[in-house]
């Protein structure tokens, strides 16, 4: 990564000990994908006045050449959102996947399809599309 990882809190007191987990997520996703070139991690615990469980919103911002990854998990009706370092993981893993995905797309590795055998027996036909204008009648 050629910028260290920013970890931004809100709404919340910000923690040593969850800091220190997201820059360690951070740094791990350097092995999927060796260009990135910075990752900023917001931490939100929006304002909930009528549910008294505390639900978080984590943010990964990834920014890699020609694009940028954004993983927002806002499904605060989700229970496993309870848990901050829960919330954490699953946006670690869905931004994992996303760089694993850019990272095939940057080598040209992606599956092709053969084309379908209509179309396969029309190139072997030399089919060409037929003339839409009539041909003059001899006179």
């Not at 919103?57 to 993983?71: K, N, Q, S, W």
């Not at 040209?108 to 036909?125: C, D, G, L, Y």
Request: net charge negative.
């Amino acid at each position: 990564m050629k910028l260290p990882a920013q970890v931004v809190f809100k709404n919340m007191e910000r923690s040593e000990w969850i800091e220190e987990q997201v820059l360690g997520y951070a740094n791990k996703l350097d092995q999927f994908c060796g260009q990135i070139m910075s990752c900023r991690v917001t931490i939100d615990m929006p304002h909930k006045h009528q549910v008294k469980a505390k639900c978080y919103h984590v943010t990964v911002d990834v920014t890699v050449p020609g694009e940028e990854i954004v993983v927002n998990k806002e499904d605060g009706a989700h229970h496993t959102h309870e848990d901050i370092m829960v919330a954490v993981k699953h946006s670690f893993d869905r931004a994992k996947r996303l760089l694993e995905e850019y990272a095939r797309r940057r080598r040209h590795n992606v599956k092709t399809h053969e084309p379908s055998a209509r179309v396969q027996a029309a190139e072997a036909a030399n089919m060409v599309e037929p003339d839409l204008e009539p041909e003059p009648e001899p006179a």
